[in-house]
């Protein structure tokens, strides 16, 4: 079974930047595509940004392209979300989950989040 522990968030001002790491254990990275989503309170869960497990295909949701950045080390088996220009829109519980490469729809495997806060 896959244990998924996010780290990284926290209180940034606008225009900053945060990196989140999403840890796996408990089998291997590769075996898996990871997406990274967002939930703010009052608002509906947010897909923000997958990664494939072998090619290295990426999605992004069009409120975070050109900003943030994910990818993978499968030798740390680690996952990551680099955050840049960061604005109050963005502030939210951060999850990583494992996804399905068809739609890139979560299956199976969530973290309990990290809270990034975007805040002057």
């Known amino acids: 079974q896959l244990q998924l522990v996010e780290s990284g968030g926290g209180l940034v001002q606008p225009g900053g930047s945060l990196r989140l790491s999403c840890v796996a254990s408990?089998?291997?990275?590769?075996?898996?595509?990871f997406g990274w989503f967002r939930q703010a309170p009052g608002k509906a869960r947010e897909r923000v940004a997958c990664?494939?497990?072998?090619?290295?295909?990426?999605y992004y949701s069009d409120s975070v392209k050109g900003r943030f950045i994910i990818s993978r080390d499968d030798t740390k088996n680690t996952v990551y979300l680099q955050m840049n220009r960061l604005n109050p829109e963005d502030t939210a519980m951060y999850y990583c989950?494992?996804?399905?490469?068809?739609?890139?729809?979560?299956?199976?495997?969530w973290g309990r989040g990290t809270q990034v806060t975007v805040s002057s």
């Open positions: 990664i494939a497990k072998n090619d290295g295909s990426t």
């Open positions: 989950a494992t996804v399905e490469e068809d739609f890139w729809n979560p299956v199976d495997y």
């Open positions: 408990g089998d291997s990275l590769h075996y898996y595509a």
